[in-house]
T-cell receptor
Framework: DAGVTQSPTHLIKTRGQHVTLRCSPI?????VSWYQQVLGQGPQFIFQ???????GRGNFPDRFSARQFPNYSSELNVNALLLGDSALYLC??????????????FGPGTRLTVT | GQQVMQIPQYQHVQEGEDFTTYCNSSTTLSNIQWYKQRPGGHPVFLIQ?????EVKKQKRLTFQFGEAKKNSSLHITATQTTDVGTYFC???????????FGDGTTLTVKP
């Protein structure tokens, strides 16, 4: 079975532009989370969606938004890009919203560079 | 929020030596997760601990949750070059997909 997939792999954007990142969860997983990982730091939680509803939002500005589609895939949108948005954006899927062993499975990430 | 702090930031060992990384919190944790991220890769879930004093083993890896549930450790016995990477601890939030990560310990292993 395929793991979590993300596209694109790499992206270079200019300040002020917007970007859309895409994620497909593991088949059967209904929860998708987005994380931002800046070089040298741990992933920082941005959003979680479960059954197409937002179930959590981290400490990120309103320039960041996301949505989940009926097939449980997800998009992360970032508007008015800043140099500080340069990071690895990770998508993670999990089967349950709560309980269980707590496993979440990460995709390979999208490396965003803002110039 | 409930932050988790990891020490050391970096650890360099000779192959065959043991390695330990520590995760600390100023508040009681309901759970602690451990992840491994290889260079250029993505985090891979290793384990979740929820019980006070819990100890779990995965081959050469031993995970421990403190009695007060404010700290945790990951110990690797007889490191191998395949152990290279950054090890993160994380606190899982109310929902399974909402974790707060530490900044990790990066392990390098000299053959």
């Amino acid at each position: 079975d395929a793991g979590v997939t993300q596209s694109p792999t790499h992206l270079i954007k200019t300040r002020g532009q917007h970007v859309t990142l895409r994620c497909s969860p593991i088949s059967g997983h209904k929860s998708v989370s987005w994380y931002q990982q800046v070089l040298g730091q741990g992933p920082q939680f941005i959003f979680q969606y479960y059954e197409k509803e937002e179930r959590g939002r981290g400490n990120f500005p309103d320039r960041f938004s996301a949505r989940q589609f009926p097939n449980y895939s997800s998009e992360l949108n970032v508007n008015a890009l800043l140099l500080g948005d340069s990071a690895l954006y990770l998508c993670a899927s999990s089967f349950r919203l709560a309980g269980g062993g707590g496993e979440q499975y990460f995709g390979p990430g999208t490396r965003l560079t803002v110039t | 929020g409930q932050q988790v702090m990891q020490i050391p930031q970096y650890q360099h060992v000779q192959e065959g030596e043991d390695f330990t990384t520590y995760c600390n919190s100023s508040t009681t944790l309901s759970n602690i997760q451990w992840y491994k991220q290889r260079p250029g890769g993505h985090p891979v879930f290793l384990i979740q601990l929820v019980k006070s004093g819990e100890v779990k083993k995965q081959k050469r890896l031993t995970f421990q949750f403190g009695e007060a549930k404010k700290n945790s450790s990951l110990h690797i016995t007889a490191t191998q070059t395949t152990d290279v990477g950054t090890y993160f601890c994380a606190r899982r939030g109310t929902n399974a997909g909402k974790s707060t990560f530490g900044d990790g310990t990066t392990l390098t292993v000299k053959p």
